[in-house]
């Protein structure tokens, strides 16, 4: 089976997950800042693997099916388990940060099994905010974070992030990025997790 990753767009998927392992384990240790840097590079992967899985010549079957279900994985990894753990480190583990924590991995099951049966309605839109929106987002509420006081923060990314896990399975249409979006979120995956990491090692 490993054979699948020697791939370059499946190796890219891989990266991707190493990157999401290594997020959670920054979580876990309490180092949130260094944690949402890592995950933006499970976020560049995850843009990335599709566009060169594109282009790579005489690409079998069976490699793409191997590659849909790696990024199947990575997305509820680093799309909605490593938020969720996030948003409970920073709630203390209280009984809310467990609710929407679990709204947020139920949501994102749900999402990710839509998708992967149903793909994209007939327009190209996806229905429901993909998971990949959810690191960007983070990663501008933590940039922010010294901005607010800290009530004011944990109220902010607690309604925000339920609300998010209610637009990931909401009936609403999003279009699919454009080079222009993709370019931006490159630009701003880059630069916000050299920002969080200097942060973060401070």
């Not at 990157?19 to 979580?27: D, E, G, K, N």
């Not at 180092?31 to 060169?52: E, F, I, Q, T, Y």
């Not at 679990?102 to 007939?122: D, P």
């Amino acid at each position: 089976m490993l054979r699948y990753l020697v791939d370059p767009a499946n190796a890219i998927t891989t990266a991707g997950l190493l990157f999401s392992s290594i997020a959670l384990y920054l979580a876990l240790a309490g180092r949130l800042d260094l944690s949402v840097a890592a995950a933006l590079w499970a976020v560049l992967a995850d843009h990335l693997d599709g566009v060169v899985a594109g282009r790579t010549r005489n690409r079998s079957a069976d490699t793409a099916k191997m590659g849909k279900s790696l990024d199947g994985f990575g997305d509820i990894i680093y799309g909605a388990l490593l938020p969720a753990i996030i948003l409970v480190q920073v709630n203390a583990a209280s009984p809310l940060s467990f609710v929407i924590a679990t709204a947020l991995v139920l949501a994102g099951t749900i999402r990710l099994s839509y998708f992967a049966n149903f793909g994209k309605s007939e327009d190209g839109r996806f229905l429901g905010v993909p998971l990949s929106y959810d690191i960007p987002l983070l990663a501008a509420l933590f940039l922010a974070r010294p901005l607010f006081e800290p009530a004011t923060f944990l109220l902010i990314a607690d309604v925000g992030f339920l609300a998010l896990a209610i637009a990931h399975i909401a009936s609403i249409r999003v279009p699919s990025p454009n080079r222009l979006m993709y370019l931006a979120i490159t630009l701003f995956a880059l630069s916000a997790s050299i920002a969080l990491a200097q942060r973060g090692c401070l």
